[in-house]
C-alpha cells in the first residue's frame, strides 16, 4: 500500500484499524483508495494532493442505481474511476459546495444539492470550478425542512 498522508492523528489511528480492507487501483487512479466495508458500500479516500486536508467520497450501490456521496478534488477522472466499481446508473449527491466536494461535478448527469448553495452566486461557483462547465439549472434541489 502507498505511504499515505494524515493531517492528524486521529485519522492515522483510524486507518490503521482499517487498511486491511482498503485496495488501491494505482493503474486506474493514482489518487483513491478504495474501503469496502460492506457488500455494495465503499469508503474513497482521496490522497492529499493539494497541500490542503485529505477528503472522502462515498459510493453506495444499489439493486438499480448507485449513490455517490461528493466527488473531491483530484485531477483525475472521478466518473471513471467510479466506474471500475460500478456500471450501473450514477446519481451525485453533494453535501456543500466547496471544490473539494463538487469540483467533478459536470462529469455526471444527475446531481443533487442543496439550492441554499447557490447563494454563493454563479460566478464564485464558476470560480470555485477553476472554469469547468457547470450546469446549475439542471441540478436537483435538496430541501432540508
Known amino acids: 500500500m502507498n505511504t499515505r498522508v494524515f493531517y492528524n492523528d486521529k485519522m492515522r489511528a483510524w486507518f490503521a484499524t482499517v ?72 446519481i451525485l449527491v453533494l453535501t456543500h459546495a466547496h471544490p473539494d466536494h463538487f469540483y467533478h461535478m459536470d462529469e455526471f448527469d444527475t446531481v443533487y444539492m442543496s439550492h441554499e448553495e447557490f447563494k454563493l452566486g454563479e460566478e464564485t461557483l464558476r470560480y470555485m470550478m477553476a472554469g469547468k462547465d457547470l450546469d446549475l439549472a439542471n441540478t436537483i434541489h435538496i430541501s432540508t425542512g
Open 19 to 90: 487498511a486491511d480492507q482498503a485496495v488501491d487501483y494505482p493503474e486506474v487512479d493514482p489518487f483513491h483508495t478504495v474501503f469496502k466495508f460492506a457488500p455494495n458500500v465503499y469508503s474513497l479516500y482521496e490522497e492529499n494532493i493539494d497541500g490542503g486536508s485529505a477528503m472522502w467520497m462515498h459510493l453506495i450501490e444499489g439493486t438499480e442505481k448507485a449513490l455517490l456521496v461528493d466527488t473531491g478534488y483530484g485531477t483525475e477522472d472521478v466518473a471513471g474511476f467510479i466506474r471500475t466499481l460500478t456500471d450501473k446508473p450514477l
